[in-house]
């Protein structure tokens, strides 16, 4: 089998199973900038085909979201893909190393907080799923 094609399948299966779960994809800079610009609250997910993004982070993105609270925005740039949209997103995660996956709430375009890989990687997508609550009942109104 063709390495770029497996690749190629691994890439679009998590494009999809991030857009299925309500996810605004966002592949340029300039649709990173209006997305994290908007007013309200933003979860950003920062995809990757690594394993813990596939078998914890991807996972806890789709089932964190239904919840009393939410953010208003739901968005995701895909690192190693979409590298200028990525590079652009992480300029607003002030404070924090580049990361992925990982998830970074903000608020009216500025960082609150994030989840780095290493609080994804060795977790279990039940225990992400707590530390987003957790995010949302400090930082989201109820829905």
């Keep these: 089998m063709d390495f770029n094609l497996f690749m190629n399948d691994v890439v679009d299966a998590a ?3 991030i857009r299925e779960a309500g996810y605004e994809e966002l592949t340029s800079p300039e649709q990173v900038d209006d997305a994290l610009n908007r007013k309200g609250t933003t979860l950003v997910m920062v995809n990757s085909v690594c394993g813990c993004a596939g078998g914890v982070a991807r996972p806890a993105a789709a089932n964190a979201i239904h919840y009393d609270k939410r953010p208003d925005h ?3 740039v895909f690192a190693g893909q979409d590298r200028e949209a990525t590079e652009k ?5 002030e404070g924090f190393p580049p990361s992925s996956p990982s998830f970074a709430f ?7 907080t994030m989840l780095e890989r290493h609080d994804i990687e060795g977790s279990s997508a039940v225990d992400v799923i707590g530390k987003l609550q957790h995010v949302f009942d400090e930082h989201c109104e109820e829905i």
């Design 15 to 17: 494009r999809k199973d």
């Design 74 to 76: 739901l968005v995701t």
């Design 89 to 93: 997103a992480r300029g607003y995660f």
């Design 106 to 112: 903000l608020k009216d375009g500025k960082i609150v």
